[in-house]
């Protein structure tokens, strides 16, 4: 049985970066969409004990593939597996080769599938129909038809037309069209990357995912990246998101606040905080409240962020704790 027999892509790319370890991974991470992100932590969060043979085999694989692509770039299919053969031996070399090729025959214009169709349209609507049309016939039903419904009426009938009656088209006409877009799509496409990973995108996923999976990777990373679980802990639930937790556990938290902190943490929260806050205090004690936030004056955002932190450290050590439970999109939403 081979590892691909053993493991999908996904475990083997999970298997992959838990080998690389979480500063390299992280890297990683910055050239991987959304929900590439998603789906690679939810299989690290779950991938538990791996035998020591599977993981060389992973590393081995990606070495390989690595090696291959190097050639490749270096002097094309036919140099890269003359060097392979004399490398990994023939066999070894044919299977590397027939796997790395099989992923590198992408469909023209895949560069603008991860363009969103709105700024797409204002990148093509001023090319002749025929252009168009060659651009939105290679691409997913659903971005094309977007595009199209969103062209001038003129346009619409004659690009559908064009798409309809278009047979086939000289590779070398495609790859002139596709430089020409590519090279008008490149700050787009780069913006897409620099906005995708990083802390924000992890945060986003542990507050999705159950508590069990979050303490399994917050603990880790507290081992093996302190100042990056720092970073994590200190976004992962802000004080805006107090609105996630029901009344019965705002009352909970209010009782260890103390009333000060709470006056200057509400001094710049917007109004829905403000007020859910004072309907689960009494009306002698939000009124209290209210009038030393009126006569305080003017307070420094570090000294609001500073009391605004305090109270979510508290919610925090409740949740852990057990005594509040902040609403997830994982499991621990179900009450039995």
Known sequence: MTIDDELSGVQKAAILLISLGPEKSANVFKHLKEDEIETLTLEIANTRNVPPDIKEKVLEEFYEICLAQQYIAEGGIGYAKELLDKALGEEKAKDVIGRLTASLQVRPFEFVRKADPSQLLNFIQEEHPQTIALILAYLPSAQAAAVVGSLPLEKQADVAKRIALMDRTSPDVIKEVEKVLEKKLASLVNQDYTIVGGVDAIVSILNTVDRSTEKHIMETLEIEEPELADE?????????????????????????????????????ANEDVQNIIFNNLSSRLAAMIKE???????VRLKDVEEAQQKIVNIIRRLEDTGEIVISRGGGDDIIV
Do not use: H, S, W
């Not at 030393?292 to 003017?298: A, F, H, L, S």
């Open 232 to 268: 994590i802990r200190r976004k992962m639930f802000v004080f805006e998101d107090i609105l996630m937790l029901d009344n019965r556990a705002i009352q909970t938290v209010l009782r260890d606040v103390d009333n000060n902190e709470l006056a200057i943490a509400l001094k710049n």
């Open 292 to 298: 030393d936030m009126e006569y305080m004056g003017p």
